[in-house]
């Protein structure tokens, strides 16, 4: 599904329940919905998630929002899958079809089709995941190790994004670890090309999201890239 027509469904669902709630609510739950659907027509999907999770927890379990709701829950199963998530895509597809699959209003229907559509991907994205991650992977660790096997530099970044991408946020610790290294890896190939201010972003990004790691190895890298700001800055 296109992300216009799910910004024309939130509408008719915005609109329809417009007639029976407090104004001030449904303007704000629209808003929220509508912002989560530029934001993903945008390219933007980890803020578009973000928004539709706001949206979700102010209004996800109002009965009167119930058909804008499947709506924001339709164009998070497309943020997943744009992000590589499939799992968690596969997961939000099943708790949909649970929740809305015996409903008869006409913009819930559409919205149910698409998501078992949208199910099927995540099922076959998984599968493909697999085989794009162990190939990252793979080249990701011979870069490290300086194996000609590694691969251009253009491949060696797509790696570490793939990479930092997949296990940013997983429990284990050494999956972790690899995304940190990824993330140093990509600074210094990108300081490298001559990209200094791009190679500093993926530092400052490595410091947002591993400080409070649990990790001592991690910790001490992400004293490592501070340290590495701090002789830039200086």
Known sequence: MSLDKTNSLATEAGLTEALNLNPPSVFAAYALSSKATTLGAAGKFEE????????????????????????????????????????????????????YAEDTDLVVCQAVEKVKGYKLKAIEGKGEIEAIVKN??????????????????????????????????????AMRLAAVYALLKKSTLLAHKGKSEAASEELTKLITQFQNDPDPRVLELV???????????G
């Open 48 to 99: 578009a998630l973000a928004t539709a999770d706001e949206y979700l927890c102010q209004y996800g379990k109002v009965q009167s929002f119930r058909k804008l709701t499947a709506v924001v829950l339709m164009g998070k199963c497309i943020g997943l899958i744009s992000l590589l998530r499939f799992e968690e895509a596969g997961t939000l597809c099943d708790e949909i079809l649970r929740e």
């Open 136 to 173: 990252a992977m793979e080249t990701f660790t011979n870069s490290l190790k300086g194996l000609p096997a590694a691969g251009t530099a253009e491949e060696v970044l797509a790696a570490c994004d793939v990479v930092v991408l997949c296990y940013s946020d997983v429990a284990a610790p």
């Open 223 to 233: 004293n490592s890239a501070r340290e590495i700001l701090a002789g830039e800055a």
